[in-house]
Each structure stands twice: as structure tokens, then as C-alpha cells.
């Protein structure tokens, strides 16, 4: 038996040993439906809680909006009583206005009338002593007298009406220049008490203002978290989707060769020596794909076959790709169909670049033919 012989019977034994051993290549290796369907009504429970949490938040805001609608037409109604007290108040101090300017003119007629009563009086006091002085000399002249006395009393008479006039009218406009000031005392307390509730309504309008955005906020924030929840929820059912309709064995005999290149060892796993897949001559780097959907198991150098990635495809399927120069792919790692694993290396049997390709089923290996596409 050649060297050449001895290596190629030695390897299968050695990728036994690997399948078993390994821990990856589990049922746990790909995501099973079950796990989805669990992780889907997970992210649907978060997505329904989100939704309640979402809809409670545009309730509160809805109420706030709202209240701040509420608030602006109270904060209307008190700018009207407003509007009407300040009219109300320039009409009141108009008419202040007016009698201030009539209190004037009374005042300068007044001042008038005392003049004009102080010169009447200021001529007939020499008149009145002169008269006490010389009464009895006077006496012997009556009608003289008597007609100075009825001027002088005519006279007294006059100014003592002026001035009573003038102290009426004096009175008169001092009190309603009081009422006025009483008018306009109140109005300012009643503008003090509407500004004030516009005060407080200002407050109320920039703290539900607040609140709103602070609502609004929050409601933003749980509906992208809400979105990517959705998003989750979307990926987990295209993944189960997937996983219940990408079923490995659907796909026999419609599966792609993992590169392009000739054929140049067949399936003969009863053969001496066995050989348990395939091998494939192919030009210099080049790419190996995956032949289906599923998860990197192992990515390492295995004895004999060099470097070696596994994927696991579900329901105890596996394909093996060895001899590779390279690898583009990690352990864990989920690959999608004709995704690019690595690139061809020396590969024995070619004596040259080439690919060495496995199936298994349960462990076992099976004719990767019957599951590729017809040969090329």
C-alpha cells in the first residue's frame, strides 16, 4: 500500500472521530424551530407590552394636548376681561380727564371770585369803619344811611353767594373725582387679579408643555425600541419560516457543487481504499461555497484533510469541505446558500488545487451526488 493509499484510508477514520467528538455538531449547532417559536413569542410578548406602554403614553398626551387647549381658551377668556377692564379703565380715566379739566377752570373762577370778593371787601371796610366812627354824626342824614347799608348788605350778599357757589362746585367735583379714583382703584385691582390668573395660566401652559414633551419623548423612544422589536420579530419569522421550509432533504439532487471544477474521485465508501466523498479539480484559489443554509461547526485542521470547515444544516445533515487554502467564515457563524466559505488548496488526489466534499446524515456519510445538481 503506497503512502498515497495509507493517507486516503486514514482520513475517514480521522473524520469519524472528529463528528463525534465534536460538541458543536449537536442538535443545538442550528437554531431548531422550537427555539425560534420560543424567541419569536418572546419578542411578541415585549412587542405587546411596548404597544400597551406606546398606546398609554399617546393617551397621556392626548390629555395633556387637550389640557393645554383648556388652558388657551381660559387664557383667551382672561385676555377679554382683560381687553374689556382696560377699556373700561381708559373710558374711566377719559372722564377723569374731563372733570380734572373742569375742576380747573372752577378753580380759576374761584381764585377769580376771591380776588374780585377781596377787592369788595377791601372797599367796603374803609366804608364799614368809617361808617361805625361817624354813624351818629351820620345819623342826621337816614336816607343816606339806609342806602349805604343796602349796598353794603347787597354787596356782603353777593360774595357771600359766590363763595357758597364756588364751595358747592368744589364738592361737587372733589366727589366725583373720588368716585373716579374709586372706579379706576378697582379696575387696577380687578386687572391684578386677571394678570394673575394669566400668571398662573402661563405656568400651567409652559409645565403641560413640558409634560407633552417629556410624554412625546417617551413615546418616541418606546416606539423605535417598538420597531426594532418588529424587526426582530420579522427576522426570527424569516427565520423559522425558513428553517420549516429550507428542509435539507427537499433539496436532493438540487443542491450546488461547492466550486466548479471536474470530478476526480467518486463516493465509494465500501471501496479499498474507502472514500466517503467526494473530490473536485479545480483552478488556483478557487471559491468554495455552501452547498445550503446553515451554521459554521468546526473551522480547524484536521489530520490529513488539512484545513476543514463543517457546516450543520438541520435535521442531523452535515457537509464537509476540506483541503482548503483559506477559510472567510468563524465558528458559530451562520452562512447563507452559495455564501463563500474559504478558497481551494493542494488537494492529493487532483495533485493540484482541489476540494475534498462530504455529506452526512445521522454520522453517516451519503453520496454527495445524489444531492448535487446533475454534473457539470
Given at each position: 500500500m503506497t503512502r498515497m493509499q495509507k493517507r486516503v484510508?486514514?482520513?475517514?477514520?480521522?473524520?469519524?472521530?472528529?463528528?463525534?467528538?465534536?460538541?458543536?455538531?449537536?442538535?443545538?449547532?442550528?437554531?431548531?424551530?422550537?427555539?425560534?417559536?420560543?424567541?419569536?413569542?418572546?419578542?411578541?410578548?415585549?412587542?405587546?407590552?411596548?404597544?400597551?406602554?406606546?398606546?398609554?403614553?399617546?393617551?397621556?398626551?392626548?390629555?395633556?394636548?387637550?389640557?393645554?387647549?383648556?388652558?388657551?381658551?381660559?387664557?383667551?377668556?382672561?385676555?377679554?376681561?382683560?381687553?374689556?377692564?382696560?377699556?373700561a379703565l381708559d373710558i374711566i380715566r377719559k372722564e377723569e380727564a374731563k372733570y380734572a379739566e373742569q375742576y380747573e377752570v372752577v378753580r380759576k373762577r374761584r381764585e377769580q371770585s376771591v380776588r374780585e370778593l377781596r377787592r369788595l371787601l377791601d372797599l367796603l371796610w374803609p366804608i364799614n369803619a368809617q361808617g361805625m366812627h361817624e354813624g351818629a354824626r351820620l345819623a342826621d342824614s337816614w336816607d343816606t344811611a339806609d342806602r349805604r347799608f343796602q349796598w353794603n348788605s347787597a354787596a356782603y350778599n353777593r360774595a357771600r353767594s359766590m363763595l357758597e357757589g364756588v364751595r358747592r362746585q368744589e364738592q361737587e367735583l372733589a366727589g366725583v373725582v373720588a368716585k373716579q379714583k374709586e372706579l379706576e382703584a378697582q379696575v387696577d385691582r380687578q386687572l391684578v387679579g386677571i394678570n394673575a390668573d394669566k400668571d398662573t395660566l402661563l405656568r400651567?401652559?409652559?409645565?403641560?408643555?413640558?409634560?407633552i414633551?417629556?410624554?412625546?419623548?417617551?413615546?418616541?423612544?418606546?416606539?423605535?425600541?417598538?420597531?426594532?422589536?418588529?424587526?426582530?420579530?420579522?427576522?426570527?419569522?424569516?427565520?423559522?419560516?425558513?428553517q420549516r421550509s429550507r428542509k435539507f432533504d427537499s433539496f436532493k439532487s438540487s443542491l450546488p457543487w461547492p466550486v466548479g471544477g471536474k470530478l476526480v474521485a467518486t463516493f465509494a465508501p465500501d471501496g479499498k481504499p474507502a472514500r466517503r466523498g467526494i473530490g473536485i479539480a479545480t483552478s488556483d484559489s478557487a471559491t468554495?461555497?455552501?452547498?445550503?443554509?446553515?451554521?459554521?461547526?468546526?473551522?480547524?485542521v484536521l489530520r490529513g484533510l488539512g484545513k476543514v470547515v463543517i457546516l450543520y444544516h438541520g435535521g442531523d445533515y452535515y457537509s464537509l469541505?476540506?483541503?482548503?487554502?483559506?477559510?472567510?467564515?468563524?465558528?458559530?457563524?451562520?452562512?447563507?446558500?452559495?455564501?463563500?466559505?474559504?478558497?481551494?488548496?493542494?488537494?492529493?488526489?487532483?495533485?493540484?488545487?482541489?476540494l475534498y466534499f462530504e455529506l452526512r446524515f445521522h454520522q453517516k456519510p451519503i453520496n454527495p451526488q445524489q444531492w448535487l445538481m446533475p454534473a457539470q
Amino acid at each position: 500500500m503506497t503512502r498515497m493509499q495509507k493517507r486516503v484510508v486514514r482520513f475517514p477514520i480521522c473524520l469519524c472521530l472528529c463528528l463525534i467528538s465534536c460538541p458543536l455538531l449537536s442538535r443545538q449547532g442550528l437554531a431548531q424551530p422550537a427555539h425560534l417559536e420560543k424567541a419569536l413569542q418572546s419578542e411578541r410578548q415585549k412587542a405587546d407590552e411596548r404597544k400597551g406602554a406606546v398606546q398609554k403614553l399617546a393617551d397621556r398626551e392626548k390629555a395633556l394636548v387637550g389640557k393645554l387647549s383648556e388652558i388657551d381658551q381660559r387664557m383667551k377668556a382672561a385676555q377679554a376681561r382683560i381687553d374689556k377692564q382696560e377699556e373700561a379703565l381708559d373710558i374711566i380715566r377719559k372722564e377723569e380727564a374731563k372733570y380734572a379739566e373742569q375742576y380747573e377752570v372752577v378753580r380759576k373762577r374761584r381764585e377769580q371770585s376771591v380776588r374780585e370778593l377781596r377787592r369788595l371787601l377791601d372797599l367796603l371796610w374803609p366804608i364799614n369803619a368809617q361808617g361805625m366812627h361817624e354813624g351818629a354824626r351820620l345819623a342826621d342824614s337816614w336816607d343816606t344811611a339806609d342806602r349805604r347799608f343796602q349796598w353794603n348788605s347787597a354787596a356782603y350778599n353777593r360774595a357771600r353767594s359766590m363763595l357758597e357757589g364756588v364751595r358747592r362746585q368744589e364738592q361737587e367735583l372733589a366727589g366725583v373725582v373720588a368716585k373716579q379714583k374709586e372706579l379706576e382703584a378697582q379696575v387696577d385691582r380687578q386687572l391684578v387679579g386677571i394678570n394673575a390668573d394669566k400668571d398662573t395660566l402661563l405656568r400651567d401652559k409652559l409645565s403641560t408643555n413640558a409634560r407633552i414633551s417629556q410624554v412625546s419623548n417617551q413615546r418616541r423612544d418606546l416606539e423605535s425600541e417598538l420597531q426594532s422589536i418588529i424587526k426582530t420579530i420579522q427576522q426570527l419569522n424569516y427565520q423559522l419560516v425558513s428553517q420549516r421550509s429550507r428542509k435539507f432533504d427537499s433539496f436532493k439532487s438540487s443542491l450546488p457543487w461547492p466550486v466548479g471544477g471536474k470530478l476526480v474521485a467518486t463516493f465509494a465508501p465500501d471501496g479499498k481504499p474507502a472514500r466517503r466523498g467526494i473530490g473536485i479539480a479545480t483552478s488556483d484559489s478557487a471559491t468554495v461555497r455552501s452547498v445550503f443554509w446553515g451554521k459554521v461547526v468546526h473551522n480547524d485542521v484536521l489530520r490529513g484533510l488539512g484545513k476543514v470547515v463543517i457546516l450543520y444544516h438541520g435535521g442531523d445533515y452535515y457537509s464537509l469541505y476540506a483541503y482548503l487554502s483559506d477559510v472567510s467564515v468563524e465558528t458559530g457563524q451562520d452562512v447563507e446558500k452559495d455564501e463563500a466559505i474559504g478558497h481551494a488548496g493542494y488537494y492529493p488526489e487532483a495533485h493540484g488545487n482541489g476540494l475534498y466534499f462530504e455529506l452526512r446524515f445521522h454520522q453517516k456519510p451519503i453520496n454527495p451526488q445524489q444531492w448535487l445538481m446533475p454534473a457539470q
